[in-house]
């Protein structure tokens, strides 16, 4: 806003404000709130989902990652979710851009975070035949995290093909919604309370060899049929007999 045009000032308001309420939109309308409250468990669930989409529609980048690098999701997208990856280099500033009006443009919280899951499903899909030439889960963290190309061995150098466009017409071609991510949801929750007891605050938490949790396959086995937790490798988590159709 000019600071001559008094008679605007009334009816626009300035940058700040107009910054701090679309922040409270994101925030409160469209569930990123949810990623910062105490515990992080939106933030946690996010990162289960992030695995089990991966090993239903990216089997060879999910083997890769999360079996062969021992790189649970928890190492790169929170950073992704939390800040819709505008505080990482993982997406230059004009996909930041239109990740952020594909996100704003969906009809609520639901369809937001059902996007943001294409998103992610999308850079893994992209970033794929570059993971393939990492041997090791330090470069391998780099690739996702900054785009770094493994075969440069430069930080300063990126993998290319990584694009506004193909980014977003590949996120479309993933079958993911609301309702995918909600049954996922209550996969995770049956086994979180299978699964997980409470440790003492003397014990130190598994890690992996990067300093982060075990990757989803350790923490949620998926041979657990008996216990009520995860899902068997031949089971369709997506089929769920309990929901009304």
């Known amino acids: 806003v000019d600071d001559d045009d008094d008679d605007d000032t009334r009816s626009i308001a300035p940058g700040e404000a107009r910054a701090f309420w679309a922040m409270v939109a994101l925030l409160e309308g469209y569930g990123l709130k949810a990623f910062y409250l105490p515990g992080l468990r939106r933030a946690r669930l996010a990162c289960f989902q992030l695995e089990a989409l991966a090993e239903r529609y990216l089997p060879r980048v999910a083997d890769k ?20 990856f505008a ?29 943001l899951m294409r998103v992610m499903l999308a850079l893994l899909d992209l970033l794929g035949p570059h993971l393939e030439a990492c041997d090791q889960p330090e ?19 990126r993998v290319r093909g990584v ?43 598994l890690v992996s060899v990067v ?20 899902f068997m490798a031949d089971e369709d988590p ?7 159709d």
């Open 65 to 84: 990652i999360f079996r062969e690098l021992r790189l649970p999701a928890v190492c790169f997208a929170i950073a992704w979710t939390q800040t819709l």
């Open 163 to 205: 694009d506004a466009d193909r980014l977003l017409a590949r996120a479309a071609a993933f079958d993911v919604d609301a309702r995918v991510l909600d049954r996922l949801e209550r996969r995770f929750d049956a086994c979180r309370a299978s699964t997980v007891r409470p440790r003492p605050p003397e014990e130190p938490a």
């Open 139 to 157: 470069p391998a963290l780099k690739v996702l995290q900054t785009l770094a190309d493994p075969a440069s061995g430069t930080a300063e150098d």
């Open 87 to 115: 505080d990482c280099r993982a997406l230059d500033d004009a996909a930041v851009d239109r990740v952020w009006d594909a996100f704003l443009a969906s009809r609520g919280a639901s369809d937001a975070l059902a996007l």
């Open 211 to 230: 300093g982060c949790a075990p990757p989803l396959r350790d923490r949620f086995p998926l041979d657990r049929r008996a216990s009520g937790g995860g």
């Open 238 to 244: 997506w089929d769920d007999d309990d929901d009304d």
